[in-house]
């Protein structure tokens, strides 16, 4: 008798793109966002943060936010935060209530694998139910794969701040973008 050979096999995507949960930021994550802000303002080129606050700044920051302000984070396996977005209001004048500000931020590892999608899943929904009816986001104009990753989730251009940033003595335009929800 053949003996009959039995075999599983599993579908594997050739992107894999593994799934980090999003939840709310509170006060005692304010040593993980500043290792990833001082990551992205280590790079140099994509954000004009050029260096992040301290852990006492950015948990008193975090302290501060109005129920209608949140910073989501991405945290992988381990529970590290890979990725956060920000949103907070553009000016603290009442005629501005209605504009948000948003600001996203992830490791370089963790780029293009969904994550800046998965923290805009949590934000947008947020934003709409806090009664904000558009967002605006500056970017620098070298930053491309940030205004890819914009105009993806629908932002448009809408002006430009010329040499608006100075970064180890290279000057940069910032992009306006705004989304209405
Ligand atoms: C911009 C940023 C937040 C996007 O987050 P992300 O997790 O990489 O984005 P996602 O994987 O969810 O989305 C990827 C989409 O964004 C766009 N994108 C991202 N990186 C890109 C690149 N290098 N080139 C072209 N498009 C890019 C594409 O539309 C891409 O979709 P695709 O992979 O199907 O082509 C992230 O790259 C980042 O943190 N960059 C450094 C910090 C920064 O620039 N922040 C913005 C400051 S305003």
């Not at 008798?1 to 999003?22: D, E, F, G, N, Q």
């Not at 070298?142 to 701040?161: D, H, V, W």
Request: glycine residues 8%; contains cysteine.
């Amino acid at each position: 008798m053949k003996a009959t050979v039995c075999c599983i096999v599993a579908v594997v995507p050739l992107t894999s793109r593994p799934w980090r949960r999003i939840r709310p930021a509170s006060a005692d994550d304010a040593a993980g966002i500043v290792s990833v802000l001082g990551a992205v303002a280590g790079e140099r080129v994509h954000s004009a943060i050029d260096r992040a606050w301290t852990i006492d700044q950015e948990r008193r920051y975090l302290k501060s936010l109005s129920p209608r302000e949140i910073v989501h984070v991405a945290v992988d396996e381990r529970s590290e935060i890979v990725g956060l977005q920000i949103l907070d209001r553009w000016s603290t004048l009442e005629s501005m209530a209605h504009v948000g500000q948003l600001g996203t931020f992830v490791l370089a590892a963790e780029r293009r694998r969904g994550v800046g999608h998965q923290l805009r899943n949590a934000t947008l929904p947020f934003a709409r139910q806090a009664g904000y009816r558009k967002l605006v986001i500056q970017v620098r104009s070298g930053n491309a794969p940030a205004q890819a990753f914009y105009q993806g989730i629908g932002f448009r251009e809408c002006g430009r701040l010329g040499r608006q940033v100075v970064i180890d003595g290279q000057e940069d335009d910032e992009l306006l973008m705004e989304l209405f929800l």
